[in-house]
């Protein structure tokens, strides 16, 4: 096997016994990312220098017996965690030249473990879109077919991982930003209930959806990377003073009992055939495995889950993007006298036409006159969708289904209606909307194109979530088929 | 329901965020079509129901009052549009 090809549990194998150096590896991912970077485009900067001091360094830990499962081993960081002295862009014009004066939390975790970072990867701009088509810069590919997008906002950290550019990535997740873009690709996607990772440096989009997680090969690395991202953290008063459990103990291909609930609202018109058989004969493998399944779950508010997020997350993203004033750091227009219009023209010409319609969609819901009808109504809406998961969980370990309702589509296909994008958050959503974690994990092909399970937990209940998309893992092989690039 | 030119450019003013005319029509006509879209949720009944504002079981998270260094001034300023010695340089607010 060609090292960048190695998952982390196996690349620390071999780091350890010193049949591997860190630097050989990193060497590797930056000649890989040399190869096929001009076809899928799925980093804003590839950080060679850094990676290298940070591999040598890493080699050192290693020969002084200082190991842990992520020393020495390359990593992609979505475009907008914080990075000291590595432009930080959120794939915008607005911060194209910004240059973090600190790391995100999650950044100098990785850091203290010896991580190598070889890049930041491309995403919709301020994570705003499920395609990467509105970066500001370019749009990603998806390595299964280039003419496809690879699902957004974290698309360039999931195409990393599918193109072999690095070992693992972070992403970040606020309507499913880490877990479509996962299934898109076929590879594995965590995002942890709200308060599990410090969003300490993660640049605002919606302060009470986004979660920051790994994108990774397998459900082990996934396992591995939030055992060190994890954790309280008091520069993020969100995150909540939990002991964390080791995950990689919970990861047995015993499921014998475990109960699992099909919901559904989520097998409905609108969803491609392909992927409903994809997910019925991975529901049965589930079974087959031990797995007590059911299809009386019923979460009837998911109907309206979309327009809840399409109101809380614009409303909250034009509070957190209204302190781009052109005056502290980004793009700042100066061909006037008149602050008001320098103010307006910075927005005009720093934000892409999604942020946009956000931040309109947004100060609209929030308008006097409108308040009531939209952001409140939205938010009580929320609690309801809450309660029919709490309600879930007091008789199921986890809700299966599917990642999206379709495999990826063409590039261009959505851009001219903003509803039909938005439609592919569907099944992702909810669970942003009620805090939950969710792991997806690669679940068949329809004509050489990704399907993706996704499986929920309860809150704070990753162990569960991690445990059955293990045992599904074991027994199956999609997760180790390669694109083809 | 269709938005009206000015309501758009109430919004915009709210948001102080500048719009080309071409801009201006499409964003009505977008908001308008995601706007009558969320009208699904006018059939829920959300009598009683609380507002959810956010999702962990925490509430007025305080933090001791302690003194502690902050960035330098010059790490702090290194991104700065306009900067004018340990200063941001900003537009006259007051003529």
């Not at chain 1, 589930?286 to 309206?304: I, K, Q, R």
Request: hydrophobic share 40%.
């Amino acid at each position: 096997m060609i090292g960048y090809q190695l998952t982390i549990h196996q690349a620390h194998n071999l780091l350890k016994t010193r049949q591997l150096s860190s630097l050989e590896l990193t060497r590797a991912c930056l000649e890989r990312i040399r190869q096929v970077e001009p076809k899928v485009h799925a980093l804003v900067t590839v950080t060679d220098e850094l990676a290298l001091r940070q591999a040598e360094k890493a080699d050192r830990l290693i020969a002084q017996g200082d190991v842990h499962p992520l020393t020495g081993v390359p990593v992609v960081i979505k475009d907008n965690m914080c990075t000291k002295g590595v432009r930080t862009t959120c794939s915008s014009r607005m911060l194209a030249n910004f240059v973090p004066p600190y790391e995100a939390t999650v950044v100098e975790k990785l850091n203290e473990r010896g991580a190598v970072i070889v890049g930041k990867a491309n995403m919709d701009e301020f994570a705003m879109g499920s395609s990467t088509e509105h970066s500001a810069f370019f749009t990603t590919q998806n390595p299964w077919d280039l003419s496809r997008v690879p699902g957004g906002s974290s698309g360039g950290s999931a195409v990393a991982v599918a193109a072999d550019e690095a070992i693992y990535a972070l992403g970040s997740d606020t309507g499913g930003s880490i877990r479509q873009p996962a299934g898109f690709c076929s590879v594995t996607g965590l995002k942890p209930t709200y308060g599990r990772v410090s969003r300490y440096g993660l640049v605002a989009f919606a302060s009470s959806l986004d979660q920051i997680g790994p994108l990774t090969k397998d459900v082990t690395d996934c396992a591995i990377v939030l055992n060190s991202i994890a954790g309280y953290d008091s520069r993020d008063s969100t995150s909540v003073p939990y002991p964390t459990p080791d995950y990689t103990q919970c990861l047995t291909t015993d499921i014998k009992g475990l109960r699992i609930g099909v919901p559904k609202e989520y097998f409905v018109a609108g969803m491609q055939a392909e992927v409903e058989q994809a997910l019925r004969a991975a529901i049965n493998k589930l079974e087959e495995l031990g797995a007590n399944v059911e299809f009386e779950v019923s979460l009837p508010h998911t109907p309206h889950a979309l327009a809840v997020y399409y109101i809380i997350a614009p409303s909250e993203a034009s509070a957190n993007l209204a302190r781009y004033d052109g005056v502290k750091y980004g793009f700042s227009y100066q061909d006037t006298d008149n602050m008001w219009e320098a103010l307006e023209k910075t927005k005009q010409f720093g934000f892409g036409d999604e942020v946009k319609r956000r931040i309109m969609l947004g100060t609209y819901a929030l308008s006097a006159g409108y308040y009531d009808a939209y952001y409140l109504k939205a938010q009580k809406v929320r609690t309801l969708i809450r309660r029919e998961f709490d309600q879930a969980f007091e008789k199921y370990d986890a809700v299966v289904t599917p990642t999206s309702p379709t495999v990826p589509f063409k590039i261009g296909e959505k851009m001219e209606d903003p509803l039909q994008m938005y439609l592919s958050d569907v099944f992702t959503i909810p669970v942003n909307i009620a805090g939950l974690p969710a792991i997806t994990i690669p679940a068949g092909f329809a004509d050489g194109l990704p399907i993706g399970m996704q499986l929920i937990g309860k809150p704070f209940g990753e162990e569960a979530i991690l445990r059955i998309a293990y045992a599904y893992e074991q027994a199956t092989e999609w997760h180790k088929r390669k694109p083809e690039i | 329901m269709k938005l009206s030119r000015e309501e758009v450019q109430h919004i915009a003013l709210l948001a102080r965020l500048g719009l080309t005319e071409t801009e201006l029509e499409r964003l009505r006509e977008q908001l308008s079509n995601i706007l009558e879209n969320f009208q699904i949720l006018q059939q829920v009944d959300t009598t009683d129901v609380p507002p959810t504002a956010q999702s962990i079981p925490l509430q007025n998270v305080t933090k001791d009052d302690k003194v502690a260094p902050s960035l330098p001034a010059d790490d702090v300023l290194a991104n700065a549009p306009q900067r004018d010695g340990e200063f941001f340089r900003v537009k006259a607010v007051l003529e």
